[in-house]
């Protein structure tokens, strides 16, 4: 576990401004990093998941958001980027790199193990992501033997799901809001709507939102709904 947390850089960290009593690991989506978001023409776009979330966060609330380590990605030919895990395909039942997207999670668990050392409990965690980030919040969180404030999974999947819902050790009633846009290119709508379904058979306390128009990205009325979700399992003590 701590092997592969040491690959990790440094993440972003977005201090609370007020007592620090709740922290939110966020993981950004392929090819971007903790302080940087692209577009997929590689184009850069904005200063990332950090800013947004620092935006919609309240002063009491840590962020962290690390940056995956750089590797070869067989779904774009090899080239090397950040990436939390080998993608190997986005076939809904294409294979899948269990070994790499497990070392992954063993990776986020060590971050969120760290929170708790600087006095932070499990249940004030909350873990959330963008596309393949997303994707590592939601097996990261089910897979976690402690009971963690909730997950933000947006424009993503379920990873290994096949695994489910044996592979679900805890975590089964924590909140999830779990957010789509209906003309996603890149991670198809569908996949959110079977992630959905399949989690609603074995996690009940899940949302899913459905946003007009959205391709892979975010807009207002999603981070206004990650807002709100926020402000209810993390409120201030």
Known sequence: MGG?????????VVNATAKHTATIIFLHGLG??????????????????ASAMAAIGLPHIKFICPTAQVMPVTLNAGFRMPS???LKSLDVDGPEDGDGIKKARDGIHHLIE???????????????GFSQGGALALYST????????GVVGLSCWLPLREEFPQAAISNTGSPIIQCHGDCDPIVPYKF??????????FA??????????????????????????????????
């Open 114 to 128: 760290e929170e708790v050392k600087n006095g932070i409990p499990h249940e004030r965690i909350m873990l959330g």
């Open 84 to 86: 939390w895990f080998d």
């Open 4 to 12: 592969n947390a040491s690959k990790m850089a440094a993440p972003v």
């Open 192 to 201: 959110g709507q079977i992630t959905s379904q399949l989690i609603k058979k």
């Open 32 to 49: 971007d990093t903790g302080y940087e978001a692209y577009s997929h023409t590689g184009d850069y776009v904005s200063h990332g998941w």
């Open 142 to 149: 089910f897979t976690h033997t402690k009971t963690l404030a």
């Open 204 to 237: 009940g306390n899940i949302e899913f939102k459905t946003y007009r128009g959205m391709m892979h990205s975010s807009c207002e009325e999603e981070m206004a709904d990650i807002k709100k979700f926020i402000a209810k399992y993390l409120p201030a003590v």
